[in-house]
């Protein structure tokens, strides 16, 4: 499956921006869907993940209660509400899909990956 995320752009700390990533190529409904992001000079992290129908989501302690993730299997999408904002959300936002549900243990070896998208909060 292909990905393409966007939304990203720059916003102010306590702001909101909805990322969004279309899937083509193949059904979304057969992939979990995950986002990551990669601040500048660390690792890329997990950040949510959602099952195929809708009944599983998992977050990173970090956006827990600020971001949620959602599908729309119709339109072969994925988005990434992201509500109060903070500087340290700074970040390249990437959506991945994998066939298999990790739970709490997302890693990065997850069969396709998107381009990422800038997020960028000013405080």
């Known amino acids: 499956v292909q990905l393409q995320a966007s939304g990203g752009g720059l916003v102010q700390a306590g702001g909101s921006l909805r990322l969004s990533c279309a899937a083509s190529g193949r059904t979304m409904s057969r992939y979990v869907m995950a986002w990551f992001r990669q601040a500048p000079g660390k690792e890329r992290e997990f950040v949510a993940a959602i099952s195929r129908n809708n009944m599983f989501t998992s977050y990173a302690d970090s956006v827990k209660d600020r971001f949620t993730i959602s599908r729309d299997n119709a339109k072969n999408a994925v988005y990434l509400q992201m509500n109060t904002l903070k500087p340290e959300d700074t970040a390249v936002y990437y959506c991945?899909?994998?066939?298999?549900?990790?739970?709490?243990?997302?890693?990065?070896?997850?069969?396709?990956w998107g381009q990422g998208t800038q997020v960028t909060v000013s405080s």
């Open positions: 991945a899909a994998d066939r298999s549900w990790y739970g709490s243990s997302w890693h990065e070896n997850l069969e396709s």
